[in-house]
């Protein structure tokens, strides 16, 4: 075994992790984390940073290009949600029916909201672009701790309706789907058990942590707070219907024309089109809010791209393929190691998606060759790869920092609870299927 190329590694995460703690730009950081990796690896330095094939800045480029028009279109969507007032109007009208004397409804509404969204196809890096101003003024209402944002979001968005429940949409379902020659409800009766655990450990857990910040007098600090002067405040904000029509639009292009090629842009494009005819009253200048929204999406793509381009270097070097023969030997069940395997690939890429298509490439064929059924490998693979993907490096946690202007330190705790410790929940039960015969 490559002892020198795993010590390299481990040291690339530590590197990349000691400069988010530093707070430095992952941009930087993610380039100085691989060239430390590749010291200790045999592979030519140069080449595989700045070659033209299977290098940091090819990965990084193929993100980018695949991906930007997704955040372009979706912090343009957001801008206008925001400076037009409907994420105002909508919280409002979500606080009208839940209350202001309970949060936790108010916390459970976003959890099912952002549920909702997923479970119908939005991508997730779209829906905390138009929940989190959504979320901001409910929070500043009922006076709690903006931090706790993250676990309704997170729990809704990115654990059963991306990786268990039968049928999602998600790259997470359709990818090992494609691969495996299986359906988007393949095993079903470990997507739905598991899916109920997920359900119910998410909400005891914000429970718990809302009654403990409740108790600490934990409140909503003004520092979170959107920016507006008196005028602003006292503007007419557009109804409800018309608030949420941009949203009803976007979700229902997707679902109805979901064959059609690209339906995501397209509806996204419509979603802003319409928002930009039912907002104009709202918003003074257009031409400033889409300066801002794609200024703003220029940097989180690239931060995503950063984190998935030195996990998909790391993942690629020799030295990770004797990781992964020592997780082979894992006692019990092979779906097991198979979860736990996947899951390490996506701690390292900062990917779940990345995590499966490595995983389904270089590790899934071993499974088969055990007989492990192709249903159950697909749910299997789904479930581990979330289960350590919330890193300090993540880009969707970074993303998710930069728009609720929360710190790592105020993020991280609650974002890996809520997405990872759910699927370690999830694997137990597979495992445990496993074992009676179930999976």
């Not at 018309?242 to 995501?264: A, D």
């Not at 190691?337 to 990345?354: D, E, F, P, W």
């Amino acid at each position: 075994m490559n002892i020198l190329g795993i010590i390299g590694i481990l040291l690339g995460i530590l590197t990349v992790i000691l400069f988010i703690v530093k707070k430095h730009n992952i941009i930087v950081a993610a380039p100085i984390a691989t060239i430390v990796l590749l010291l200790f690896n045999d592979v030519p330095i140069l080449e595989s940073v700045f070659g033209k094939e299977n290098s940091y800045m090819t990965f990084l480029a193929g993100f980018v290009a695949s991906n930007f028009a997704i955040f372009l279109l979706g912090s343009i969507l957001a801008k206008y949600m925001d400076v037009g007032g409907a994420t105002v109007s909508i919280a409002n009208r979500i606080l009208s029916i839940v209350g202001t004397k309970n949060p936790y409804n108010a916390l459970v509404a976003l959890f099912i909201i952002s549920a909702i969204l997923t479970y119908g196809g939005i991508n997730v890096f779209v829906i905390i672009f138009a929940l989190v101003p959504m979320a901001r003024p409910i929070f500043q209402q009922l006076n709690i701790s903006w931090k706790l944002v993250i676990i309704p979001v997170f729990g809704g968005t990115t654990t059963f309706t991306m990786t268990m429940l039968p049928g999602a949409p998600s790259l997470h379902n359709i990818v090992p789907s494609t691969a495996l020659g299986t359906t988007l409800t393949a095993a079903p009766l470990i997507g739905i058990v598991t899916s109920i655990a997920a359900i119910i450990f998410i909400l005891v857990f914000m429970k718990i942590v809302l009654n403990r910040s409740l108790s600490k007098n934990e409140v909503f600090e003004d520092h979170f707070a959107a920016v507006e002067s008196p005028t602003e405040q006292k503007r007419e904000l557009p109804s409800f219907f018309i608030s949420l029509l941009p949203i009803i639009v976007l979700l229902g292009t997707i679902l109805i024309f979901s064959k059609v090629n690209y339906i995501i842009f397209i509806a996204l494009i419509i979603a802003i089109l319409l928002s930009a005819v039912l907002f104009r009253k709202q918003i003074k200048n257009q031409k400033e809010l889409l300066s801002d929204g794609a200024n703003e999406s220029v940097g989180s793509t690239i931060t995503t791209g950063s984190t998935i381009a030195f996990g998909s270097i790391a993942t690629g070097v020799p030295a990770f393929k004797g990781i992964f023969s020592l997780i082979q030997s894992i006692p019990g069940p092979p779906v097991l190691s198979l979860m736990v395997g996947t899951g390490l690939i996506g701690g390292i890429t900062a990917s779940a998606v990345g995590a499966i298509g490595i995983s389904i490439a270089n590790f899934v064929p071993y499974y088969l060759e055990l007989g492990l059924d192709p249903e159950t490998i697909h749910r299997a693979v789904a479930i581990g790869s979330v289960s350590l993907s919330i890193v300090p490096y993540s880009g969707f946690l970074l993303i998710f920092n930069r728009i609720t202007g929360l710190s790592m330190k105020e993020s991280f705790k609650n974002g890996f609870i809520s997405v990872c410790v759910t699927h370690w929940v999830a694997m137990a039960i597979v495992v445990i299927m496993a074992v009676m015969g179930l999976a």
